[in-house]
């Protein structure tokens, strides 16, 4: 396993290399292990944990350093190497990166060079890693080979995606915060053909104008004040793999005219640099803003809208496919109960009922944190509507209304505490089953009485409470 970063070892028979290399990476902040020996390289990998390793070719009087490659890495298969070589070893430093080398530098070494390149190495290394744990995580526990629903409308948009998911094409996915916009990016990268390159997201609205220019396009040293260092950006890291722009519709002007230039070119200038720095990338973008809308009052341009919108995914909100309450319900409920090591293995009826009726402003997402909570918190086998509510309640959050047909639907929030929120929601849903169970029965109480488990006398005075009234409600 690689290192967090810091740890680097140096391997250079030149002891004047050695000590100015150690002194370099030491000023740059990592933690530089050196040695002009195989043998003792071999060593320190075996007690040492590096994130990255700089080898020359030339060890011992031959080019050893090819042999030592091949041993270090199989000690550490992910670990990033660096060759270092003279002009006349150039053949061996490029039979090594065929060997798995990340990377060749000439002699005399270019310090700021040799940084950039273990940086960019260590990064792609970390990308790869998270990519792969991503992508293990996505196919077995989000949705194996599939995303969780049964509605028609939904599985036409997972067809749409399937269909140009291996094409070069920007994808636009739109709908409501919550709809689960990034989870189509990661099924479109994931089951695509880039699927084992890197997936990069960014969310343009969390940043400022400035910031976002940074960490889309990286910057160069003392480009602007803060910058110790040159940093890679979002499009480079996502070479040959997808970059995903959340939140698209937030990003200004003047940021808008330079992805499309990137778009259109395949190509850009760090923040304060000059070189042109060529990707090969995928994008898919995505907003819950009205793009067409925004064009009309002249903040998003036309030009980009219309490169990135290629292929257009409008996500339904969950409301618009409440068939699939149940299955994202038992989805997270085995999510969870894995998670925390609880018993929990579904939902009673009357919480099932309660969360099919309610519109989920937040979509998926709140339909997730509900499930998460409840889990949690839940006792036994069953999520009750007593967790439910004691969850919300302790949360700070509004429990979903049942209608119940009292015209009272003013909501929870006048309620003060959690014992009168409790009885209030349970108070609700009782009338709401009485009176379903007395429509059905043709108003009979002593029928009614043996559905519900009460007394006939029980059903009476609770009749009286709710203001029930034989034939109507």
């Not at 060529?278 to 341009?301: H, Q, Y």
């Amino acid at each position: 396993m690689t290192g967090s970063g810091r740890r680097i070892l140096i391997v250079d028979d030149e002891e004047g290399i050695r000590i100015g290399l150690e002194r370099f990476f030491r000023r740059e902040g990592f933690d530089p292990a050196t040695t002009g020996s195989a043998d003792e390289a071999l060593a320190l990998m075996e007690g040492g944990d590096f994130a990255a390793a700089v080898l020359d070719v030339r060890l011992d009087g031959h080019d050893r350093g090819g042999e030592l490659l091949a041993e270090l890495h199989a000690l550490d298969p992910d670990l990033p190497v660096v060759m270092v070589t003279g002009y006349g070893s150039v053949e061996s430093a490029v039979r090594a990166m065929k060997d798995g080398a990340a990377d060749y530098i000439l002699k005399p070494i270019d310090n700021a060079h040799l940084l950039e390149t273990v940086r960019r190495s260590i990064e792609l290394v970390r990308l790869r890693r998270d990519n792969a744990y991503l992508r293990r995580e996505l196919m077995t526990n989000l949705y194996g080979h599939d995303i969780v629903t049964s509605d028609p409308r939904y599985r036409s948009l997972l067809d749409l995606a399937d269909r140009v998911k291996d094409s070069e094409a920007t994808v636009l996915l739109t709908g409501e915060s919550g709809t689960g916009k990034e989870v189509m990016a990661r099924y479109i990268h994931f089951t695509g053909s880039r699927r084992e390159r890197p997936f990069v997201s960014l969310n343009c609205a969390a940043l400022s104008e400035s910031l976002l220019l940074s960490e889309l396009f990286g910057h160069e040293k003392g480009s602007f004040t803060g910058a110790v260092e040159k940093r890679l950006g979002k499009f480079e890291l996502a070479h040959r793999g997808t970059l995903f722009l959340d939140e698209i519709g937030d990003m200004s002007l003047s940021v808008q005219a330079k992805l499309l230039r990137v778009l259109e070119e395949s190509s850009f200038e760090r923040v304060g640099g000059s070189k042109r720095v060529s990707v090969d990338i995928r994008v898919i973008a995505a907003t819950n803003k009205d793009l067409a809308e925004l064009m009309r009052r002249g903040d998003f341009r036309s030009d980009l809208y219309w490169r990135i919108n290629i292929v257009n995914l409008r996500l339904p909100p969950l409301r618009e496919r409440r068939g699939d309450i149940p299955l994202l319900v038992d989805f997270f409920i085995a999510k969870y109960a894995s998670k925390y090591n609880r018993p929990v293995t579904g939902v009673s009826a009357e919480v099932m009922e309660l969360w099919a009726a309610h519109d989920w402003p937040g979509n998926v997402r709140e339909l997730q944190n509900a499930v998460n909570q409840a889990v949690l918190l839940c006792r036994g086998g069953t999520v009750e509507l007593s967790t439910v509510v004691a969850g919300q309640a302790h949360l700070g959050a509004q429990v979903p209304d049942l209608p119940c047909g009292t015209g009272d639907d003013a909501g929870l929030a006048s309620i003060a505490t959690l014992k009168e929120l409790r009885d209030t929601v349970v108070a609700r849903h009782e009338r709401r089953l009485i009176l379903a169970t007395l429509e059905r029965l043709g108003w009979n109480k002593t029928r009614t009485a043996e559905a519900l488990g009460v007394t006939r006398k029980t059903l009476a005075e609770k009749i009286a409470d709710y203001g029930i009234s034989l034939g109507r409600g």
